[in-house]
C-alpha cells in the first residue's frame, strides 16, 4: 500500500482529503506542507512560521505500542511551537478513538474548549463537528489557537478545493467560531463516561 491508501483506509471519508489535493499540497505549497513517511507511519503536517498543524498520522496496528508516535511527536515538538490537531469526538464504540485521546494526553496536549469547529463534509455532504487539540511549549491561550486554527484551514483545507471537489468548502467563519461559553467536556478527561 502506498501512503495514501493507508491513510485512506483508517481514516473516515469525511475527513480524507482527496489524494489529487494532498499531492497539489506536497507540490505547490512544499514550503509549508509536509509528509513523513516510514515503514510503519505517514506523518502529513504543516509547518508555519508560528505553529505546526498535523493533518494525519497513522501508525501501522502492528507497530503500535513500539514509540514510533511518541517520536514523531517530539520531532515536531523540537520546533518548539505550538502544534494543532483535529480529532473526532470520543466514540466509546470505536476503541482506536478512545487510544488516539491516551495517547495524545500522555503527549502532553490539552483540548481547545473554547473552539467550535463543524464543517460539511464534501464526500458525504454531512456537517463534522470536530475537537481541536493542541499542546504548547509555553502557555499559549486558546485565542491564539483559534487565530492559528483559521490560518491553517485557510491555506491548507480550502486550498483549490473547487478544483478537487467541484464545490468549495465553507468560509472559515461559517466553520470555526471561539466562545468562552461554551459548554463542552474536556475529551482529554477519560474519566467520564458518555
Same mark, same amino acid.
Given at each position: 500500500?502506498?501512503?495514501?491508501? @493507508?491513510?485512506?483506509?483508517?481514516?473516515?471519508?469525511?475527513?480524507? @482529503?482527496?489524494?489529487?489535493?494532498?499531492? /497539489?499540497?506536497?507540490?505547490?505549497?512544499?514550503?509549508?506542507?509536509?509528509?513523513?513517511?516510514?515503514?510503519?507511519? #505517514?506523518?502529513?503536517?504543516?509547518?508555519?512560521?508560528? +505553529?505546526?498543524?498535523?493533518?494525519?498520522?497513522?501508525?501501522?496496528?502492528?507497530?503500535?505500542?513500539?514509540?514510533?508516535?511518541?517520536?514523531?511527536?517530539?520531532?515536531? @515538538?523540537?520546533?518548539?511551537?505550538?502544534?494543532?490537531? %483535529? &480529532?473526532?469526538? #470520543?466514540? =466509546?464504540?470505536?476503541?482506536?478513538? *478512545?487510544?488516539?485521546? !491516551?495517547?495524545?494526553?500522555?503527549?502532553? +496536549?490539552?483540548? $481547545?474548549?473554547?473552539?467550535? =469547529?463543524?464543517?460539511?463534509?464534501?464526500?458525504?455532504?454531512?456537517?463534522?463537528?470536530?475537537?481541536?487539540?493542541?499542546?504548547?511549549?509555553?502557555?499559549?491561550?486558546? *485565542?491564539?489557537?483559534?487565530? @492559528?486554527?483559521?490560518?491553517?484551514?485557510? /491555506?491548507? !483545507?480550502?486550498?483549490?478545493?473547487?478544483? +478537487? =471537489?467541484?464545490?468549495?468548502?465553507?468560509?472559515?467563519? %461559517?466553520?470555526?467560531?471561539?466562545? &468562552?461559553?461554551?459548554?463542552?467536556?474536556?475529551?482529554?478527561?477519560?474519566?467520564?463516561? $458518555?
Amino acid at each position: 500500500m502506498n501512503w495514501y491508501e @493507508k491513510l485512506n483506509k483508517y481514516f473516515p471519508v469525511e475527513e480524507m @482529503k482527496s489524494k489529487e489535493h494532498m499531492e /497539489t499540497l506536497l507540490k505547490e505549497k512544499g514550503d509549508v506542507y509536509h509528509k513523513d513517511e516510514g515503514p510503519h507511519h #505517514v506523518l502529513m503536517y504543516a509547518e508555519f512560521d508560528t +505553529f505546526l498543524f498535523i493533518d494525519y498520522v497513522w501508525v501501522s496496528s502492528q507497530s503500535r505500542g513500539q514509540g514510533i508516535g511518541h517520536k514523531l511527536m517530539e520531532k515536531l @515538538k523540537n520546533r518548539n511551537k505550538p502544534i494543532i490537531l %483535529e &480529532v473526532e469526538p #470520543v466514540d =466509546y464504540d470505536d476503541t482506536d478513538s *478512545e487510544k488516539r485521546l !491516551h495517547f495524545y494526553k500522555r503527549e502532553g +496536549f490539552n483540548h $481547545a474548549q473554547y473552539i467550535d =469547529y463543524n464543517r460539511r463534509s464534501l464526500a458525504t455532504n454531512e456537517q463534522t463537528p470536530m475537537e481541536i487539540l493542541y499542546w504548547s511549549p509555553s502557555e499559549e491561550p486558546e *485565542e491564539t489557537i483559534y487565530d @492559528k486554527m483559521k490560518q491553517m484551514y485557510e /491555506t491548507i !483545507h480550502t486550498y483549490k478545493d473547487e478544483m +478537487f =471537489y467541484g464545490e468549495a468548502y465553507e468560509p472559515v467563519e %461559517e466553520v470555526l467560531s471561539y466562545d &468562552v461559553n461554551r459548554s463542552t467536556d474536556d475529551i482529554l478527561d477519560l474519566t467520564k463516561r $458518555a
